[in-house]
């Protein structure tokens, strides 16, 4: 069964008419509150399609390398006690099979994270975006988790998946593929009942000597390896010490770590001395390094935790990763053992007070937010105003050179700035919360959907509880936006209504204007065309008395929009037009791109072909080399296809198909639906049309869109008549117009 999202308020109100008491009623609003923070931070998942690197001087295992290279397809569970070098081990010889297959996929599943607030990773959810990462579109990922799997088994093809840290049998069941030429390995602290499994021992006496590399002290080896308990993580950090204490001889080594015995053996004891003969600067590092709520991190924010300098960390970083205190996850990038993070979170309990490690946190969000704001500025500097203006003097990062670099960052960053949100919004730092995500609105709007439903979600989450009114509105018009493109289009409005109405309440007229315009356009997807109209000429006007141009020119492009909509192509066309002139007279590169789509969309109506050809491909190129933009690229792509159309281009069906893939991609229902039927108008054979008609048709009937349904049962009359199917054509043409006769709009002006 696929796990249920509880309607918190009607438990409330079942709860209320219970019991009347206020107080109750907020203990069981906490309550729910806290079940559904850990529900969405079990749905927080991070996956990859490429390896981590593998662990310099990897020693020993070759009965368990033989073992898991001769495993061929199938599963196979790598288990055993914390730091018996299970992941090193699964890395090494995931990077050994590499070559035998088209992909590699990798997922930490959190099993045993230190931190609460990083709960198991829930097996849905990584499927979720493990198919997403295959390109499944949004739509034809089911919700139940069974199905999901399901789904991943027909598309994983001959994929070396790698589940690192299981927490139990249960998380892993439902990942494992059972496809043809496909290989699962999971590492696990607990035995997995019913897998395929090759149980890893501590090192043996000759492996330990061979890891540390000194034959020629053979009883201080075994000395040190019993010490250690024969694991290969106490004996790493062992090691560690060994190379920065060139004076000293393996017996020195050996007879410390008898002056310590009365300690706990094993990764206790080597941890505990490790730490100790790290220096005062190294030991404060680490426990601040444990702070953070990613999953790795690099140089910059380790530095805003430490108050220091990036290139001074680094190469203290690089120190601890000698030590095996750190380990590197890519270049410049960094990650805990979770053993190791645990130790130093307790030693930072012990040495550094609350106010200090507060502080530190604190200067490491105003690191996100300086850094994300410096990339944004690049991206969109136009939208510098309408983003919360943070102080960053003082505040040290890798300023973008330029957008690809600021988008290479953000890219790199995201699943960080995912986690670094939730800690904000649920451990005590409402404001950061809310303004990091106003920062990212515009990138994550560019084809980062569902993780802009989650930090967008945390903001709202957040401004509720601190009692933010204005951070509310935001939060809600952001998330609205990334609902309606997933194709919750009653949700996505209901969020646009209750921000219009924080708005007003706060006396906002930019904020009010600006969730009007998102209002206007997901009821004009419900075919609410006057209300539509007049979110948008309400919006304009606000515009226009707060002295907002930026502002303006959007909403010009949206009355603009439901002109086109009800068929008025030379109005919209005007509309347009004076949108775009206001766009680049105020530099607005993204709404000058929407526009020259608009445009160029409403030349092809009038039948304006080598204008509107013009005004496409300039838009193209705009969304593509410059902004990067994802949801742009395709809106481009497909209203060249529609152009193609009109003209009997052969290129059409290609642009269709280009849009096609990247709304799928993105999870951009809406689009999916309108370039499936633009294909199905597009293509000659009937059947094909047919198809990708009736694929338009339910989508269009689950997202609630009219306009493009009525559209679908157009296209699947003319299919059903080409292809003699009478009674089925009358049926769809009967249906489409009917359609187009609520929607007020005639048939004869559909494409």
């Known amino acids: 069964m696929g796990r249920r999202r509880l309607d918190n308020d009607l438990v409330l109100a079942i709860v209320r008419a219970l019991c009347p008491d206020e107080d109750y009623v907020a203990r069981w609003r ?41 495993a061929g397809t199938g599963h196979l569970a790598i288990t055993g006690m914390a730091g018996v070098g299970k992941t090193q081990l699964a890395v090494r010889a995931a990077h050994l099979l590499r070559e035998r297959f088209e992909r590699v996929l990798f997922v930490n599943l959190r099993g045993f994270h230190p931190d609460p607030g990083q709960p198991p990773a829930d097996p849905g959810a990584v499927l979720g975006a493990l198919l997403r990462l295959l390109g499944v579109p949004g739509r034809q990922i089911p919700y139940a988790v069974a199905a999901r799997a399901e789904v991943f088994r027909e598309k994983c093809g001959r994929a070396l998946v790698l589940l690192d840290n299981a927490a139990d049998v249960e998380q892993v069941r439902p990942l494992l593929t059972g496809a043809p030429g496909c290989l699962t ?42 010490r250690c308990g024969y694991l290969p993580l106490a004996l790493g950090l062992v090691a560690g010490h060994i190379r920065a204490t060139p004076g000293w001889s393996l017996t020195d080594h050996a007879d410390r770590l008898d002056e310590r015995r009365q300690l706990e053996g094993g990764v206790e004891l080597a941890l505990d001395l490790s730490y100790r003969d790290l220096p005062a600067e190294q030991r404060r590092l680490l426990r601040l390094a444990a702070l953070h709520p990613g999953q790795d991190l690099d140089a910059y924010a380790v530095a805003a935790l430490a108050g220091d300098e990036p290139h001074r960390v680094e190469g203290r970083l690089d120190g601890l990763c000698g030590d095996h205190l750190l380990s590197r996850s890519a270049p410049g990038r960094y990650t805990f053992h979770d053993l190791v993070r645990a130790y130093a979170v307790e030693k930072g309990q012990d040495e550094d007070s609350p106010r200090e490690r507060r502080a530190a946190l604190t200067k490491l969000f105003d690191y996100y937010l300086a850094a994300s704001t410096e990339a944004m500025d690049v991206l969109h500097p136009v939208e510098a105003h309408r983003r919360p203006r943070v102080a960053t003097s003082g505040i040290l990062t890798a300023r973008p050179a330029d957008a690809g670099s600021a988008r290479h960052w953000l890219d790199t960053e995201r699943a960080t700035l995912v986690a670094v949100t939730a800690h904000m919004a649920g451990e005590g730092w409402p404001g950061h919360a809310t303004g990091l995500a106003r920062i990212l609105f515009r990138y994550l709007n560019g084809g980062h959907n569902h993780d802009a439903v989650t930090v967008h979600g945390l903001a709202h989450s957040a401004a509720e509880g601190s009692g933010d009114l204005a951070g509310q509105g935001h939060a809600l018009t952001d998330l609205g936006t990334a609902l309606w493109r997933l194709g919750q289009g009653e949700a996505a409005a209901d969020s646009h209504r209750r921000a219009v109405e924080l708005f007003r309440r706060t006396g906002d007229a930019v904020g009010q204007a600006r969730a009007l315009l998102n209002l206007g356009v997901v009821v004009t997807q419900l075919g609410l065309y006057q209300e539509a109209a007049d979110h948008f000429g309400l919006a304009l006007v606000l515009y226009r008395q707060s002295g907002d141009p930026l502002g303006e020119g959007r909403a010009l492009a949206r009355v603009g929009y439901i002109e086109q909509t009800l068929g008025r192509h030379d109005e919209a066309a005007e509309h347009f037009a004076q949108a775009l002139a206001l766009c680049r007279a105020n530099g607005d590169r993204m709404g000058e791109g929407s526009s020259l789509i608009s445009l160029g969309e409403a030349e092809t109506e009038l039948g304006r072909y080598e204008p509107a050809g013009e005004h496409l491909f300039e838009a193209l190129a705009l969304f593509q080399k410059e902004l990067g933009d994802r949801t742009g690229e395709a809106s481009a792509l497909y209203a060249l296809g529609m152009l193609g159309t009109r003209r009997g281009d052969a290129e059409a069906t290609g642009h269709h198909r280009q849009a096609l893939a990247i709304f799928r991609e993105t999870g951009y229902r809406d689009g999916e639906a309108a370039v499936l039927n633009g294909l199905g108008e597009a293509v000659t054979d009937p059947a094909e049309a047919l198809a990708h008609h009736t694929e338009a048709r339910a989508i269009a009937e689950e997202i609630g869109a009219r306009e493009l349904l009525a559209r679908a049962h157009a296209g699947l009359g003319r299919a059903h008549r080409l292809l003699g199917h009478t009674a089925e054509a009358d049926r769809d043409d009967e249906r489409a117009a009917a359609l187009y006769d609520e929607l007020r709009r005639p048939a004869a002006d559909s494409p």
């Open 30 to 70: 906490r309550a729910l509150r806290a079940v559904g923070g850990e529900a969405e931070a079990a749905a927080r998942v991070s996956v990859q399609d490429r390896l981590p690197p593998e662990l310099a001087g990897f020693t020993g295992r070759a009965a368990e390398l033989d073992r898991i290279v001769s």
């Open 185 to 226: 390995l999971i590492t696990s602290r607990h035995s997995l009942a019913g897998l395929h499994t090759l149980s890893v021992k501590v090192f043996g006496a000759d492996e330990a000597a061979a890891f540390l590399g000194r034959p020629d002290e053979p009883d201080a080896v075994a000395r040190i390896a019993r």
